[in-house]
């Protein structure tokens, strides 16, 4: 009886020790399995936030150069000089048009010879009045070719103030560096200082969306059903795409509504 005994206690360490071995593997495996989960995900982590660093600090610093304008300018000792303030540099000409950077013939009178020792004011002087050059000014706010704006239609018809799109910049006393887009050519003050499109101020960007969201908001003689930002068409058109027949579409999509649409302020 003792022997069947033995017998029996043999075959179920074997059958145990096998059922162990067997486990064994599997147990490796996922310690395995589980062993490099951690290191994948830390390095995912790192991975997102090295591309938001690369994306939103060192490419717009590697994508715009820096310029210094010609000469410099006091914006806020020639207002408190001039008679007319900002009018007396830049004013509208008897055909409407809007005189922006100033040309020589406005300067000249007042600079005709040297005042006082600014080394840019000799240089002015020296450089540009007595040879009849005009200063290659840097345009912050100039526009693509294909874009028109109407100054008068701002600032005359709808009775806005410089400020809402330059800022203080009547109060500057100097110029601040001119930053060039180096794929477009264009002036960092277009897109704006964040390259997410971000902006606390009104005078932060000049895109269209801005224009858009401006005539939306307060454009009295605009019929405001149906106005939408490029964005917000944008957004139309992919839910359209998805689910077709579930946007709303129709008249006045532009941000004119039906006042010629997109031609009158792209050519």
Same mark, same amino acid.
């Given at each position: ?71 410099d300018f006091n914006h806020a000792f020639h207002v408190a000089e001039v008679e007319n303030g900002c009018e007396s540099c830049h004013f509208f000409r008897k055909d409407g048009t809007f005189s922006g950077a ?83 050519? +264009? %002036?960092?003050? =277009? ?8 902006? &606390?101020?009104?005078? !932060?960007? /000049? ?10 908001? +307060? %454009?009295?003689? =605009? ?8 964005? &917000?068409?944008?957004? !139309?058109? /992919? ?29």
């Open positions: 009886m003792s022997t069947l005994d033995d017998h029996t206690k043999e075959i179920s360490e074997d059958t145990s020790g096998g059922a162990a071995s067997a486990k064994s593997p599997d147990a490796k495996m996922e310690k395995q399995d589980n062993g490099p989960g951690g290191p994948i995900i830390l390095f995912f982590i790192l991975g997102v936030f090295a591309s938001l660093i690369m994306g939103w600090i060192i490419f717009p610093k590697l994508l715009y150069s820096q310029k210094k304008q010609p000469i100033p040309k020589l013939e406005q300067c000249i009178d007042c600079h005709e010879e040297i005042q006082g020792v600014d080394p840019d004011e000799i240089k002015f002087v020296e450089e540009y009045v007595s040879k009849e050059r005009e200063v290659p000014w840097l345009i912050y706010s100039k526009q693509p070719d294909c874009v028109f704006f109407s100054h008068v239609a701002h600032i005359k018809g709808a009775d806005m103030d410089c400020v809402t799109c330059h800022g203080h910049i009547g109060e500057s006393e100097s110029l601040k560096i001119y930053e060039e887009n180096r794929i477009t050519g +264009y %002036s960092r003050d =277009i897109w704006g200082k964040s390259i997410g499109g971000f902006k &606390k101020n009104t005078w !932060d960007r /000049m895109k269209m969306d801005d224009c858009a969201d401006c005539h939306q908001k +307060y %454009s009295a003689n =605009i019929e405001k059903t149906g106005v939408k930002t490029p964005t &917000k068409r944008l957004v !139309d058109h /992919m839910i359209e795409v998805v689910s077709p027949g579930s946007s709303i579409s129709g008249k006045g999509d532009s941000v004119q509504t039906e006042r010629d649409a997109c031609f009158v302020c792209h050519k």
